[in-house]
């Protein structure tokens, strides 16, 4: 599966931000879809993700009441509704498919998108 990541750019505090991602090639529904974050100087981490049916979804604490992770099978896409967004959101934000584990561990995504850059200002 290829993942094409966009949506990302630069918002003050308190503002909202839409990210989605499009996915490429069969069966997407088989997989499950995270969204992780790379911020200046850190380790990539964990902030959202979803399940192949979207029944179920899981938050990083940073991440949790504030950002809504959604899926759309009939259009191979995942999305992250990131609301109330403060400047230790500011990271380059990359989409991610694991076809059988899933979880916080980036090392169980097989296939990545190439980012998108989030800015938040204060």
């Known amino acids: 599966v290829q993942l094409q990541a966009s949506g990302g750019g630069l918002v003050q505090a308190g503002g909202s931000l839409r990210l989605s991602c499009a996915a490429s090639?069969?069966?997407?529904?088989?997989?499950?879809m995270g969204w992780f974050r790379q911020g200046p100087a850190k380790e990539r981490e964990f902030v959202a993700a979803?399940?192949?049916?979207?029944?179920?979804?899981y938050y990083a604490d940073s991440a949790e009441g504030r950002f809504t992770i959604s899926r759309d099978n009939a259009k191979n896409a995942v999305n992250l509704q990131m609301n109330n967004l403060k400047p230790e959101d500011t990271a380059v934000y990359y989409c991610?498919?694991?076809?059988?584990?899933?979880?916080?561990?980036?090392?169980?995504?097989?296939?990545w998108g190439q980012g998108t850059q989030v800015t938040v200002s204060s």
């Open positions: 979803i399940s192949g049916s979207g029944g179920s979804t």
């Open positions: 090639g069969r069966a997407f529904s088989w997989y499950i």
């Open positions: 991610a498919a694991s076809r059988f584990s899933g979880g916080i561990h980036k090392e169980n995504y097989g296939y």
